[in-house]
């Protein structure tokens, strides 16, 4: 399977724990995004990566949340200090990087629960 | 990017077509509609887009209207496994690297 990946696939972590992410995106896409779900709504933008530069964040990537993509291919988003709030669906999504518009695509998600 | 407006939920009996509709009315002549669905505990996956024309594939029609307004997915022969949330979200086709802004979707249920 070719597509993006994402791991952990779930994570359960006490309050105040550390907790990090890893997409795989498709190969030789350059455009990576990370979006947020909580239950019963659709997923909400947080960052976006053109090869390894972080290029536009959302408002919801407070303080305690970064992401890295060191070297253009994977990354990663760290939650520090996890809060019960954080508890939600994290998504990883890719793009070629070609064109204008591009087609998405998903990854299965990392489902964090924060005790 | 323009606001879409859907139906919290439908049923399809499985075999039948399932019409799914959308409301963009706010939609400008550069706006493309895309349409993506989630399964139960599994990332987004792509459906179809379209700017004007009806669009087909292997997975499902997108008939547009003519003004543009709204659209109807249709999943021409469903099954229980198109049991998903079915989001229509509308997106300028200069948009670049903007992100998908994802509303609340339809919850289609397919019934056997």
């Known amino acids: 399977d070719t597509g993006v990946s994402q791991n952990p696939r779930h994570k359960i972590t006490k309050r105040g724990q550390n907790v990090t992410f890893r997409c795989d995106p498709i190969?030789?896409?350059?455009?990576l995004y990370w979006y947020r779900q909580t239950l019963g709504q659709g997923p909400e933008f947080l960052t976006y990566?053109?090869?390894?530069?972080?290029?536009?964040k959302s408002r919801l990537l407070s303080d305690r949340f970064s992401a890295e993509r060191p070297k253009g291919s994977f990354s990663t988003l760290e939650i520090q200090r996890t809060e019960q709030g954080d508890s939600a669906m994290y998504l990883c999504?890719?793009?070629?990087?070609?064109?204008?518009?591009?087609?998405?695509?998903f990854g299965p998600g990392t489902r964090l629960l924060v005790l | 990017d323009a606001k879409t407006t859907q139906p919290t939920s439908m049923d399809c009996a499985e075999g039948r077509a399932a019409n799914l509709p959308c409301n963009h009315s706010?939609?400008?002549?550069?706006?493309?509609v895309y349409w993506y669905r989630q399964i139960h505990s599994q990332g987004p996956q792509y459906i179809i887009h379209g700017l004007k024309n009806n669009e087909t594939n292997e997975m499902a029609s997108l008939i547009i209207t003519e003004d543009r307004k709204s659209s109807t997915l249709i999943l021409p022969h469903a099954t229980l496994r198109d049991t998903a949330v079915y989001y229509c979200?509308?997106?300028?086709?200069?948009?670049?690297?903007?992100?998908?802004?994802f509303g609340k979707g339809t919850r289609l249920s397919v019934i056997a």
């Open positions: 999504a890719s793009t070629p990087g070609q064109e204008k518009a591009e087609t998405q695509y």
């Open positions: 979200i509308v997106r300028a086709t200069n948009s670049g690297n903007t992100p998908l802004v």
């Open positions: 190969s030789e896409h350059n455009r």
């Open positions: 706010t939609i400008s002549g550069n706006e493309y």
């Open positions: 990566f053109q090869n390894e530069a972080q290029l536009e």
